[in-house]
């Protein structure tokens, strides 16, 4: 009697995961933090904003306040995100950032802050250079 081993997909999906947390975890590497690139923010008031970086999304994506309110992002992921004002455009062809130079965190590593106060009234795109195509928000300041 013979017997016939059969292949199984496991192996296969467990190197697509483990390629994929690769991708996501590894988006670059820790040389700007330690060149003190990004600001640390400080304590945020209890009548500023937060918002946090996780799973890839700023949560909240909308976030508003009143005009002299500093809001607060934190970096909870592994890997790096970014805080950059500006826009995304769509396009065929992929996404094309455009930032507009209002402000910017940097890379920020897990567990880091940043920080920015916001003195006029309007609306505010932002989104993390790293990840261009998914994580966008938005600060929406009230008069």
Not at 13 to 27: Q, R
Not at 105 to 123: C, I, K, M, N
Request: include cysteine; charge should be positive; charged fraction near 20%.
């Amino acid at each position: 009697m013979r017997f016939i081993r059969r292949h199984s997909a496991r192996p296969a999906i467990f190197a697509m995961l483990f390629a994929l947390f690769g991708l996501l975890t590894a988006c670059g590497d820790s040389t700007e933090q330690a060149a003190g690139k990004a600001k640390p923010s400080k304590e945020t008031s209890g009548s500023g904003g937060a918002v946090t970086m996780k799973l890839i999304q700023f949560k909240p994506a909308t976030l508003e306040v009143a005009a002299g309110t500093e809001v607060a992002w934190t970096q909870t992921d592994a890997g790096f995100h970014t805080v950059t004002s500006g826009t995304v455009e769509q396009g065929t062809g992929g996404v094309t950032p455009r930032p507009d130079g209002k402000f910017d965190s940097s890379r920020l590593v897990t567990d880091q802050t940043f920080s920015f106060t916001f003195d006029e009234p309007g609306a505010y795109p932002y989104y993390c250079s790293i990840h261009p195509a998914t994580m966008r928000g938005e600060v929406r300041v009230k008069g």
